[in-house]
């Protein structure tokens, strides 16, 4: 389950074509960074639409609802009845493929960090790149746990 929600955070974010881009270092690096956690700090309630690709090529749509701090919710379009929320305690997911329901800790998930009522993108999260996305005058931050990077990744993708 905590890779799916990594895979849904990530589909969420992330949704940027083949468009040239160039890893960032150093000052402009960490000035990208903290403009980020700025960003990502003004936010409170927010609504999307996503869409999530997976490695075979299957694509899912839904939308997205954030209140911070701790809650979400991502609710798939038919024909996937799935949904995902976090109710400020625990991340619950229901699978209606297999008809199975799961949940974890917040603080287990990377879902953890963008709901927290402070979010700093170091200490238990660790930034793994910063690439600035040319064409389309995007930053996309890509970032693990520091405990478990084997968990999956979140790229954010900002304006």
């Given at each position: 389950m905590?890779?799916?929600?990594?895979?849904?955070?990530?589909?969420?974010?992330?949704?940027?074509?083949?468009a040239?881009?160039?890893?960032v270092?150093?000052a402009?690096?960490?000035t990208?960074?903290?403009?980020?956690e700025?960003?990502?700090?003004?936010?409170?309630t927010?609504?999307?639409?996503?869409?999530?690709?997976h490695?075979?090529?299957?694509?899912?749509?839904?939308?997205f609802y954030?209140s911070?701090p701790?809650?979400?919710r991502f609710?798939?379009?038919?024909?996937?009845?799935?949904?995902?929320v976090?109710?400020g305690?625990?991340?619950?997911y229901?699978?209606?493929?297999?008809?199975n329901?799961?949940?974890?800790p917040?603080g287990?998930?990377?879902?953890?960090?963008?709901?927290?009522?402070?979010?700093?993108?170091?200490g238990?999260?660790s930034?793994?790149?910063v690439?600035k996305?040319?064409?389309?005058?995007?930053?996309?931050?890509?970032?693990?746990?520091s405990?478990?990077?084997?968990?999956?990744?979140?790229?954010?993708?900002?304006d």
């Open positions: 905590l890779k799916y929600i990594a895979v849904a955070l990530t589909a969420l974010m992330l949704l940027t074509g083949p040239q881009a160039q890893i270092t150093g402009e690096r960490a990208l960074i903290k403009n980020a700025k960003y990502l700090n003004s936010i409170t927010l609504k999307s639409e996503f869409l999530q690709t490695s075979d090529g299957t694509r899912y749509s839904g939308d954030l911070r701790g809650r979400l609710q798939y379009r038919p024909p996937l009845n799935d949904y995902i976090a109710d305690l625990l991340v619950h229901w699978d209606s493929e297999v008809k329901y799961s949940n974890a917040i287990s998930t990377l879902a953890d960090f963008l709901l927290r009522k402070n979010i700093k993108l170091s238990d999260v930034v793994k790149e690439r996305i040319a064409d389309e005058h995007l930053v996309r931050i890509t970032m693990t746990q405990a478990d990077p084997g968990a999956g990744s979140l790229a954010l993708v900002l």
